[in-house]
C-alpha cells in the first residue's frame, strides 16, 4: 500500500514556484523601469534606465563605497531593531501580564504607534543634536510601539482551547503565562517584530537623511549628496541597495523564521495538505 504522506508531484509546485515570486515581481519592476525610462517622458539624464544605474552601481561597489555604506546603516539598524525588540517586547510581556497595567498604558502604545516617525526628529535633534543618538531615539520611537502591541494582539488571539487545556494540567497564574500563553504568541510576535524592522528601516532612511555626521558615509548621507548633485543614476543607484535590502531581509530572515515557527506549531503549507 502507498503511503499516505507521499505527496503527488503537482502538489509541491506552487509552493516550489512560490519561491521565486520575489525573483519574478523584481522582473517585471526592472521591465516597467526601462519602459519608463525609453518612453521619453522624461529626460536620460533625469531618469536613466536600468542599464546605467547598474553599472553605476557595479563601480561604486567596486570602489567600496556600497560595503562600507551598508556597514553603517546595517550597523544602525541592527542596534535600534534590538532596542526595539528589548523594549517593545519587555512592555508586552509586562503588559500582557498584568491586564490592569494594559488598561492604561495600551492607548498611548496605540497612539504612539500612529505617529509618523519623521515627526519625532525635530525633538530627537534638539535633545541630541546631530548625533547616532538621535537617529536611535526615532528609531526606537517608531519601531517599540509596533511590537509592543503585536505581542498584545498575538496573546490576544491564543486559542482559548489551549488556556483551558493548560489550566486541565494545573497551570495557573505566571506557569500558565510561561507555558502556554507565551509560546503560543510566538508567530505572531515574529510577524510583529517583522512589522517592527520595516518601521526601524523607514525611521532610519529617513534619520540617514536628516542627520548627516560627517565621518559616516551612509547609504542615507550618498542619497542626500546624490540628489544635492543632481545625480540622478547614483541616486538611484543607492536606491536600488535599500529596496535590494529590504527584500533580502525578508526573504533570507523573517520568512525563514516565520516558516521555522510555523512547522514547529504544525502551521505550515506541508502540514496544512
Do not use: N, Y
Not at 497612539?111 to 526628529?121: A, D, H, K, Y
Not at 525635530?122 to 531615539?137: G, N, R
Not at 537623511?209 to 548633485?229: Q, T
Amino acid at each position: 500500500m502507498p503511503s499516505t504522506d507521499a505527496q503527488p508531484a503537482g502538489a509541491r509546485a506552487p509552493f516550489r514556484l512560490a519561491r521565486f515570486a520575489p525573483l519574478v515581481s523584481v522582473a517585471l519592476a526592472l521591465v516597467a523601469w526601462e519602459a519608463v525610462s525609453r518612453s521619453g517622458m522624461w529626460p536620460d539624464w533625469l531618469l536613466p534606465g536600468p542599464g546605467p544605474v547598474f553599472r553605476r552601481l557595479g563601480e561604486e561597489t567596486l570602489a567600496g563605497k556600497t560595503a562600507e555604506a551598508c556597514r553603517i546603516t546595517l550597523g544602525r539598524a541592527l542596534l535600534g531593531l534590538g532596542m526595539s525588540v528589548v523594549i517593545g517586547g519587555g512592555a508586552g510581556l509586562f503588559l500582557g501580564r498584568f491586564r490592569w497595567a494594559r488598561a492604561a498604558v495600551a492607548p498611548l502604545l496605540a497612539g504612539l504607534q500612529t505617529v509618523p516617525s519623521v515627526t519625532w526628529f525635530p525633538l530627537a535633534i534638539l535633545l541630541f543634536q546631530l548625533s547616532e543618538q538621535a537617529i536611535q531615539t526615532v528609531v526606537v520611537l517608531g519601531a517599540a510601539p509596533c511590537i509592543a502591541v503585536a505581542l498584545l494582539d498575538s496573546f490576544d488571539r491564543v486559542p482559548p482551547v489551549l488556556v483551558k487545556a493548560g489550566r486541565s494540567l494545573g497551570l495557573e497564574g505566571f506557569g500558565l503565562f510561561r507555558h502556554v500563553l507565551l509560546p503560543a504568541a510566538m508567530p505572531g510576535f515574529v510577524s510583529g517584530v517583522k512589522q517592527g524592522w520595516a518601521f526601524a528601516w523607514r525611521s532610519l532612511m529617513a534619520g540617514e537623511l536628516l542627520v548627516l555626521i560627517g565621518d559616516k558615509p551612509s547609504l542615507g548621507a550618498h542619497l542626500h549628496f546624490a540628489r544635492e548633485l543632481s545625480d540622478a543614476e547614483g541616486l538611484l543607484a543607492w536606491l536600488v541597495v535599500v529596496l535590494g535590502i529590504g527584500i533580502l531581509v525578508d526573504v533570507l530572515v523573517f520568512r525563514t523564521l516565520e516558516d521555522a515557527l510555523h512547522r514547529r506549531h504544525g502551521l505550515s503549507r506541508d502540514a496544512a495538505r
